[in-house]
C-alpha cells in the first residue's frame, strides 16, 4: 500500500536505475514492481501493467500453437487507467476487454467468460484463470511436433505456474519473472508499453452517502438525478477525460476520479466533478482541492 499510494519507495531501499523491484503486502495477496528510471525517477509497475505483460505473453503463444479460436479476455475495473486500456484493446481487441465493478470477487467473475482471463486491479491483486477446454486442448496439441507443440507444452506449463486462486503474490510474482525473462524485457521495456493518462482519485466527504447510485461497473451513477449529465459535460471538455464517481462502501464519503490527457486538464476536470459531488451530496467540512 505505501509503494502503491506514496509512488515512492520504502525505508531502506536504495534504488539503482534500472534494478527491478518487487513489493508484496502483508498477506501477500497483492504485487506490485517497481523501478529507478536512468534520470533517478520512481516509476511503479502496478497491476494494470502485470496484466498487460502477462498478456503480451500468452496471446502470440495461443497464436503459435493454433488455437486462436480460444478466446483470450482481461478484466478491468473503472480505476484502470485509460492508457492501460487503449493498450489492452490493441492487444486482444475491444470485445475482450472487460470492465468489472471495483473488487476481485467482481473481476474473478468476468474473467470466467474467457477460455484465458486475466484480471488485475491496479493495487496488483489478481490472477489468471484458464478454462477446462484451454486444458484439454493444449494437451491435445502438446503432442504435436515443431512450433504448435512447443507453444502448447509453454502454456501448460505456465499454467502450472499460476496459482487460480486469487490472492498469491508469490505465483505472480513468479510469473513476471519467468515472462519477463522469456521476452527479454527490463523495466522500461516493460514500462513503454504505454504511457500513463494523468489522473487522481480524490474522497469528498458528505452528509450521506446513500444518496448515490452507479451501474455499468460503477462508471456511471445513476442517482442523483442529473448528476451523471453535468460530470458528461464536463468530460467532454478535456482531451481524453475520464471521471466518475462512486459511493465508500464503509465511510461517508464519494471517491471520485478524473483523468485526462495532460495535467492541467485532469486537475480542472477533477476539481469540477468534486465541486459538484459537494455541491449535490451536501459535503461536509472543507471542500478538498485537487492537486
Not at 489468471?128 to 484451454?134: A, G, R, T, V
Not at 505472480?172 to 508499453?193: G, H, K, P, S, T
Not at 475520464?242 to 495535467?263: I, K, L, Q, W
Amino acid at each position: 500500500n505505501f509503494v502503491k499510494t506514496k509512488q515512492t519507495t520504502p525505508g531502506g531501499a536504495t534504488l539503482l536505475p534500472g534494478q527491478r523491484w518487487v513489493s508484496l503486502d502483508g498477506d501477500a495477496d497483492r504485487v506490485v514492481y517497481f523501478y529507478s528510471k536512468k534520470d533517478g525517477s520512481f516509476c511503479l509497475l502496478d497491476g494494470d501493467r502485470i496484466a498487460l505483460l502477462l498478456g503480451s505473453y500468452l496471446r502470440p503463444l495461443l497464436k503459435k500453437a493454433g488455437a486462436e479460436d480460444l478466446s483470450l479476455g482481461l478484466v478491468q475495473t473503472a480505476y484502470a487507467n485509460g492508457g492501460s486500456t487503449v493498450r489492452a484493446k490493441q492487444d486482444v481487441g475491444s470485445d475482450r476487454v472487460a470492465c468489472a465493478k471495483t473488487g476481485v470477487k467482481h473481476c474473478h467473475h468476468a474473467a470466467l467468460a474467457f477460455d484465458v482471463g486475466i484480471y488485475f486491479e491496479a493495487n496488483g491483486h489478481g490472477t489468471i484463470l484458464f478454462s477446462d477446454k484451454f486444458v484439454k486442448q493444449m494437451r491435445y496439441l502438446a503432442d504435436a511436433r515443431g512450433e504448435a507443440g512447443e507453444a502448447a507444452t509453454q502454456l501448460l506449463l505456465f499454467r502450472d505456474l499460476v496459482n487460480e486462486t486469487v490472492g498469491d503474490a508469490i505465483s505472480i510474482f513468479l510469473c513476471v519473472e519467468a515472462v519477463l525473462c522469456l521476452l527479454d524485457f527490463d523495466c522500461d521495456d516493460w514500462r513503454n508499453m504505454y504511457e500513463d493518462l494523468p489522473n487522481r482519485q480524490i474522497k469528498v466527504v458528505v452528509a450521506d452517502r446513500g444518496i448515490f447510485e452507479t451501474t455499468d461497473a460503477e462508471r456511471v451513477c445513476v442517482k442523483p438525478t442529473g448528476l451523471q449529465a453535468e460530470i458528461d459535460a464536463l468530460v467532454k471538455k478535456a482531451p481524453m477525460g475520464r471521471a466518475f464517481v462512486r459511493p465508500s462502501g464503509t465511510e461517508d464519503v464519494v471517491r471520485v476520479y478524473a483523468e485526462a490527457e495532460t495535467t492541467a486538464a485532469m486537475l480542472s476536470l477533477g476539481q469540477a466533478v468534486v465541486d459538484l459531488v459537494y455541491k449535490n451530496a451536501g459535503g461536509v467540512g472543507a471542500k478538498p482541492i485537487v492537486k
